[in-house]
C-alpha cells in the first residue's frame, strides 16, 4: 500500500451512498468480498500444487487488504511468498514459473502500480502463448485491488480495464459481490488463459450471506457470462466492480418514480458478453453504461459501440455514457465529485427516457 | 533488531557540526517530530484518512535536507519526507494538505519551495531528479538535485536506470536512501539482494556512502560533501542512510503481524532525538534552558500547523478540471459544465 | 531499433497497396514525413533555446528512421543526445527537464518500447502539472514511430492511441500526410502541454511537393482540428496516420462505382474533434472508422460512441469499425491480412450504405 | 578500439578445454558463422526482410551454451543468439524462420528446446529466467535458467528488478551478458555507467566474473562454474563476456556513421574463429584434416538450413487467430469469420 491505504479504514465507507450501507449491514453469518477471495485463493492452492501466490506483503502481512491472510501460514512460503517492490520483475517472474509449469497468482498491491508491469504484462504475458505457437503455458491470474471510492493517496484510485481489454491475448474479470467474486476468481485461476483479475477495493468489506452449503454451492456462471442483476424494462444500466451497486441504487430511487431500470452486471470485460448486453438494450430500447475510467476511449464507447453494431434499429435513443471525467484521480473531497453519482445515472436515464 | 554490516561501501565518520547549526537542526528535528505527533493525532480523530509516520526518520531527513542550498539546489520526495520539507522551509499547513486528503501533491507550492510534489510512486521520482540535474548542468547552473527514496524502493527498475543515467550523463544528482530497514511488511534481508543499497554505487562508478542515519553530524557532513562533489562536477554520489521506523508503515497498518515488539523497543535507545540531545549536550553546545524554549516553541510552532491544516478549507470541485492542461482543451469544458449541472 | 527494422528498408513498401504506392511515386522539389518532421525539430530547436532532443540512437546516428538526422550536427551533442537503453528513465528524464524550465522532445525508438516507459508516462508526465496545481511546467513532446505495416520484428507494429487518449493530462497527436506533420509536430512542441506524438513509420518515405515559400508556408490548422481530406456525400471514413492513405485508396475505388465517400483525417486523437466528425456523419449519415489497432477498446468505439452521441437520429446504420482483429500483431505474410484492407473497407462501406 | 581495464569482477582465467570438446564446439561455431553468413545473403536476396547477424559472438554462445545440460536447462534469449540456439540442438529452420518473418518467435518448439521463444524486448526476457529458474527450486530440481542479453539490455529496469529478485529469491540462474561493445550505434562508454556490468553483481552479492568472450574456453569454463554453482543451491552468477559486434547492429543499420572502421579491422585478429582455431592447432588437438572436413561439413548444414528455410512455407491466415487463447474465445470466433469473409 502507497503510502497510507489499507484495509479496513473508515473512508472506506465514505464514498459509499446510503443505499448502498443499508445494503452492506447484514446479519451474521455472512462473509465479505474479501473472505470470499481469500477463500478462492485457498482453494485453489490445495487443490492444485502448482498454484502459487506471491507479490508485495501478501505473506507474513496477509495483503494490504488481509486478502491473503493466513495462505502463507496454512500453504507454506514455498507457495506463498512476498517480493521485493518490484511490479514488472513480478510478472516477469510469473512469466518464467508459468513457463515451468506452474500456475501464478501474483498480486499487484494497487491498480496505479500495475503501470510500471505494463510491459511485461503486455509484451510478455500477454504473448508468449501466440508467440510460441501455443507451446509455452500463461495460466496467470493477475489480481489488481482495484477502482476508487476509498479516500486513498494518488495512484490507488485508477481503472485499469480499457487498458487490459485493449490487449490482445488477455483475459479481463471484476467481480461486483462476495458470492460472485469467489467463483469468478476460481475460474479465472482454473483457466489456462492468462487473466486480469481486477477487485473493486471499495467492496472488499461488502458482506452477503454464506449459501447452505458453503461458498462452492453459490451459483456458478459460465465463463464470459454477464448477468442481470436487476430485471427492468425501461432502460438498461450497464456496469462492471464498484459501479452494479451505485447502479442498483439508482435503479431502487427510479423505481420509486415507477421507471424499472434493468441492471447488467458485465463481470468478464474481455472477452464481453457483448450479445446479451445488446439483447438487454434492445429490449429496454434503451441503455447507460457506467464505469469509473474517464470518459475518453473507457470502456463505455466499447460497451456503447457493441449494443450500437446489434441492435441499432432497436435503440430509441444513443447508449450513454457516465463516467469519471478526464482528469486524474482526485483526492477526498473531490473523489465523490468524480465518481459517477446516484444522480449522474438518473439524468442519464431521464436524458435517454426523453431523447 | 539484527545488527547489519554494511559491506563494500566506506562508512561515513563524522564531524562534529558547529554549535549553532546544530542547535538550529535540533530545533528542527523536534519540530517535525512533534508535527508528526500532531498528525497522527489527527487520524486517529478522522480528519486525516490515514498517515505516514516518519518517527525515527529525523535526524536521517534534517541532517541531509540542511546541507542543501535552499537557493540552489531541489529536492524530490516520495511521500515520508516532512522533516526534509520543514528543513527546506515548505509550507507545512500545504504540505500536510496531503495526507488530510485534499490535493495528493500537497497544497505548497513545489516550485517555489524547491521540493517537488509528494509522490506516492516508489521508485518514480528518482528518474526526475537525474532529470532536473541534468537540466543544470546543460543551463551552467550549480543547482544539485536530491532524490529521497527507501530500502523498499531501491528494488524498481526506475531506481536503476535514474542511477545508470545519472552516471553516464555526469548529472549532479545525490541519492539519499533512506534505508528505515522496513518496506511496508518486508524487511531488508527479503528485501535487498546483497544487504546494501549503497554498495550499488560502486557498479555504477559512483560514489556510494553507508551513514549512520540517526546520526545527525554524520548525515550532514556526508550529504554536504556529496553535494560538494555534484556541484564541482564529480557526478552522483549514493548516500544510503541506515535508520528505522519507528512506528507502523503507516496508520492503517498492524506491524504486529510481521515485526517483533522487541525491535521496536530496542530502537528507543537510537532515537535520533535522544542521541542529539545527547550530543548537544556533551558538547556543551546547549543547556536545559535552550531545550526548553525549544520544546515550548516547537510545539507551538506544531500547534499552529495542526490548527492551520485541520481549518484548511477543501479544495473547490472546479479544481479537478483547472489543472489538467495549460492549453484549451474543450472536451475538458464540456465535461466541467456536465459537473455544474448534475454535480455541483 | 530491435533487432532488425530501420530507415528505408524495401519492405516498408511491401504493406502499401498498389493505389498508394502510385501516389508515393511523385517528382522531385518533394519531401518526405521524415524529412518534415527532421524539419520540424530543426526548427524547433532554433526557435527555443530551451527545446532538447534526446533517446535511443537519435544522436550520432540520427535515429533508426533518421528523423534527427544532422541534428546533433547542428545543434550540439548537449541538446541532441543519445541516452542508454532505458525507456522508463529517458521519460522521468523528460519530467525533471521540463520541471527545470527545458521544452523536451524525447523519442521512444518503436511504439512496443513505449510499454516500459507507461508509468512515468502515465503517473508522472500526464500528472505533474495537476499534481502541482499547475505550477510544474511539462511541456513534453514524446515521439513514437508508430503503427505497422513495414514487415518488422515483433513490437514495432503497436497501435498507441487507445491506451494513450485514456489517460487523462496527455494530448495525442498522429499526422497522416508529410506537410501535415510539420505543423502537427511543431504545434505539438509548442504548446505547453504533454503530447504523445504518434509518427505513421509506414508513411516516413511518403513525399509531397515543398510548397512555395517553404514548409512553413504549408496550411496550418488549429491545435485540435480534424481535416476532410476528400469530400464525400455516401459516408464518412474516419481514420489517423497510415490508414487515412487508405481510406483514400478505398474512396478512389468506390468513386468508380459512383460512390463518393468522405474521408476525415483526425490528427488529433485526444482531445478529439467529435463535434465536426459528428457533423460530416451526420451529413453523410453513414460512418466507417477505420484503425489498425485491434478491435476491443481500440479508439474506434471512442469515435462511434462520439459520433452516435451527437447524431443517432441523422444516423441510417451504426457506425461501422474496420480495424486489426484482437490477435497479437503479426509476422510478414500475416500482417497485410491483420491490417485493415481496402476490401474491408468497402465491405463495411457496403454494409452501411445496404443497412 | 580502447582497451577496457574491467573493474572489481575477478578476469576469469581458462583452463583448456578437453580436444574432443573442444573440436565439436569449434564446429558448432563454425556452423554458426556459415548460417550467419547465409542469412546475410538471404537478406540481401530478399528473402528476409531484415538480418541480425551474431558474427563475432560465436565464441560467447557456444562456449557458454555448451556447458548448458541441455536435459535439465533452459536458456532465454533476446535476438541475438543464433549459435545459443544451433548448441541447444535447436531447428534451426525453425529459428531463422523469425527472421524470414514467419513468425515472430521463430517455428521450432521452444518448450521440447529448452530455448525460450525469440524475444525482441532488450531486457524483457532476463526476469522470466529468474521465474523459471525459481520454479526449478520451489520443484526441488537441479534445473539452471541461463538468461542472455547485452551490454545495451543492462540498461534496462527490468534486468536490475531481475537481479535482485534473484538474489533475493536464491534463484538457480545464469545471466550471461554478452558485451559486444555496441547497443546500437551506442558504444559502452555512454551505456554502461562505471564501464563494467559484471561489477554490478557485487552489489546484488552475487558472484560476478568478466571473461574474454572470445576465448571459447575462457567462455566455457566460466559458465560451467557458474552453473555448478546455481545447481548446488549457490544462487546466480552474472557473467559479463567482453566480445565485439563485428558487423552492423542489423542489415539495415549502417556503422559508418557511428564508428571508425579501423576499430571494425582490428577486430578481425580477435576473431573468436580464427582464434578457437589457432588454439586447436597449438594444442595439437585438430590437424589439417579436421579443418578441411569441418569446413566441408558444416557449410552443408548450413546450406540445408538456408534451403530449408527459403523453402519454408507461409504460416496459414488462420494461424493469425489459433494460438492466443487456450479456452475459447466467442470475439475471436467471430472476427475470425470476418478474416474468412473478407480477407482470406
Ligand atoms: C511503484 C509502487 N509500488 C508499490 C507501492 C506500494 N507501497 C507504498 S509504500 C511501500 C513500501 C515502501 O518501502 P520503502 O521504499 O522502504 O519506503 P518506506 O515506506 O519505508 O519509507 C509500498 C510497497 C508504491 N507506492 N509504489
Ligand atoms: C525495450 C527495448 N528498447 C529498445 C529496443 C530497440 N533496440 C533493439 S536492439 C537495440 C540495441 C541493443 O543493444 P544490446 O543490448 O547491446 O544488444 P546487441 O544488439 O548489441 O546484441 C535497441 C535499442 C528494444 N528492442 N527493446
Ligand atoms: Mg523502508
Ligand atoms: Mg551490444
Known amino acids: 500500500m502507497s503510502p497510507t491505504a489499507t484495509a479496513g479504514t473508515a473512508a472506506a465507507a465514505t464514498a459509499a451512498t446510503a443505499a448502498e450501507r443499508g445494503r452492506a449491514a447484514a446479519p451474521p453469518a455472512h462473509l465479505t468480498m474479501r473472505d470470499a477471495l481469500n477463500r478462492a485463493l485457498d482453494t485453489a492452492l490445495a487443490e492444485d500444487p502448482a498454484t502459487l501466490v506471491f507479490g508485495e506483503d501478501v505473506g507474513r502481512l496477509g495483503g494490504v487488504f488481509r486478502v491473503t491472510d493466513g495462505l502463507q501460514r496454512r500453504h507454506g512460503a514455498d507457495r506463498v511468498f512476498d517480493t521485493p517492490i518490484a511490479e514488472s520483475g513480478i510478472v516477469g517472474l510469473a512469466v518464467g514459473l508459468a513457463m515451468n509449469g506452474w500456475r501464478p497468482v501474483p498480486e499487484i498491491q494497487f491498480d496505479g502500480f500495475a503501470y510500471p508491469a505494463v510491459d511485461q504484462i503486455v509484451n510478455q504475458m500477454a504473448r508468449m502463448h501466440y508467440r510460441s505457437r501455443g507451446t509455452a503455458p500463461m495460466p496467470i491470474t493477475l489480481r489488481v485491488p482495484s477502482f476508487g471510492g476509498i479516500q486513498a493517496p494518488e495512484h490507488h484510485g485508477e481503472s485499469l480495464e480499457a487498458l487490459f481489454a485493449h490487449v490482445p491475448g488477455l483475459r479481463v474479470a471484476a467481480p461486483a459481490d462476495p458470492l460472485d467474486a469467489y467463483h469468478l476468481l476460481l475460474q479465472s485461476i482454473r483457466g489456462d488463459d492468462p487473466v486480469v483479475f481486477l477487485e473493486p477495493k471499495s467492496r472488499y468489506w461488502d458482506r452477503a450471506p454464506l449459501p447452505e452449503g458453503g461458498l462452492a454451492a453459490a451459483p456458478e456462471l459460465p465463463v464470459g457470462a454477464s448477468r442481470v442483476v436487476r430485471p427492468g424494462r425501461h432502460a438498461t444500466l450497464v456496469a462492471w466492480g464498484a459501479m452494479v451497486r451505485r447502479c442498483l441504487a439508482a435503479a431502487d430511487l427510479a423505481a420509486e418514480d415507477g421507471v424499472e431500470l434493468e441492471v447488467v452486471d458485465l463481470r468478464w470485460l474481455k472477452p464481453l458478453d457483448a450479445d446479451a448486453v445488446a439483447a438487454s438494450a434492445a429490449r429496454t430500447r434503451r441503455a447507460v453504461v457506467v464505469h469509473e475510467a474517464p470518459l475518453t476511449a473507457g470502456l463505455g464507447g466499447e460497451v456503447a459501440a457493441l449494443v450500437t453494431e446489434r441492435a441499432f434499429r432497436d435503440l430509441a435513443a444513443p447508449v450513454q455514457r457516465v463516467t469519471g471525467f478526464d482528469v486524474p484521480y482526485p483526492a477526498g473531497p473531490l473523489e465523490p465529485q468524480y465518481l459517477p453519482t446516484v444522480d449522474r445515472i438518473l439524468f442519464a436515464v431521464q436524458r435517454t427516457l426523453e431523447y | ?344
Chains 1, 3 share one sequence.
Open chain 2, 1 to 344: 533488531m539484527p545488527t547489519r554490516e554494511p559491506p563494500d561501501p566506506r562508512p561515513h565518520r563524522a564531524r562534529p557540526l558547529p554549535p549553532d547549526l546544530a542547535r538550529r537542526l535540533y530545533r528542527l528535528m523536534l519540530t517535525a517530530r512533534m508535527i508528526d505527533t500532531e498528525a497522527v493525532a489527527l487520524q486517529r480523530q478522522g480528519v486525516f484518512p490515514a498517515y505516514v509516520s516518519l518517527r525515527g526518520q529525523e535526524a536521517a531527513q534534517v541532517g541531509s535536507a540542511a546541507a542543501m542550498d535552499p537557493e540552489r539546489d531541489f529536492a524530490f520526495p516520495t511521500y515520508r519526507e516532512l522533516a526534509v520539507a520543514l528543513t527546506l522551509g515548505v509550507d507545512m499547513v500545504g504540505y500536510l494538505a496531503s495526507h488530510r486528503a485534499l490535493w495528493h501533491g500537497g497544497l505548497y507550492d513545489p516550485m517555489a519551495s524547491r521540493f517537488a510534489p509528494i509522490n506516492a510512486v516508489v521508485g518514480g521520482p528518482v528518474p526526475h531528479a537525474v532529470g532536473w540535474a541534468l537540466g543544470e548542468r546543460l543551463a551552467g547552473r550549480t543547482g544539485v538535485a536530491v532524490s529521497y527514496f527507501g530500502d523498499g524502493a531501491s528494488s524498481e527498475g526506475d531506481v536503476h536506470e535514474a542511477m545508470n543515467l545519472a552516471g553516464v550523463l555526469t548529472a549532479p544528482v545525490v541519492f539519499v536512501c533512506q534505508n528505515n530497514r522496513w518496506a511496508l511488511s518486508v524487511p531488508n534481508e527479503r528485501q535487498i539482494a546483497g544487504g546494501s543499497v549503497a554498495a550499488r554505487a560502486a557498479g555504477y562508478g559512483m560514489a556510494g556512502v553507508t551513514v549512520d542515519g540517526d546520526d545527525l553530524a554524520a548525515v550532514h557532513d556526508a550529504t554536504r560533501a556529496a553535494l560538494e562533489r555534484a556541484r564541482s562536477g564529480g557526478g552522483p554520489t549514493l548516500i544510503e542512510a541506515l535508520t528505522y521506523r519507528a512506528g507502523p508503515h503507516s496508520t492503517s497498518d498492524d506491524t504486529s503481524r510481521y515485526r517483533d515488539p522487541a525491535e521496536e523497543r530496542a530502537w528507543a535507545d537510537r532515537d535520533p532525538l535522544v542521541r542529539t540531545r545527547a550530543a548537544l549536550e556533551a558538547a556543551g553546545a546547549a543547556d536545559a534552558a535552550f531545550f526548553a524554549a525549544a520544546e515550548a516553541e516547537c510545539r507551538a510552532e506544531a500547534e499552529r500547523i495542526r490548527d492551520g491544516v485541520s481549518a484548511a478549507p477543501e479544495p473547490p470541485g472546479t479544481d479537478l478540471f483547472d489543472h489538467v492542461f495549460r492549453e484549451p482543451a474543450p472536451h475538458l469544458a464540456a465535461q466541467r459544465r456536465v459537473w455544474e449541472e448534475e454535480v455541483r
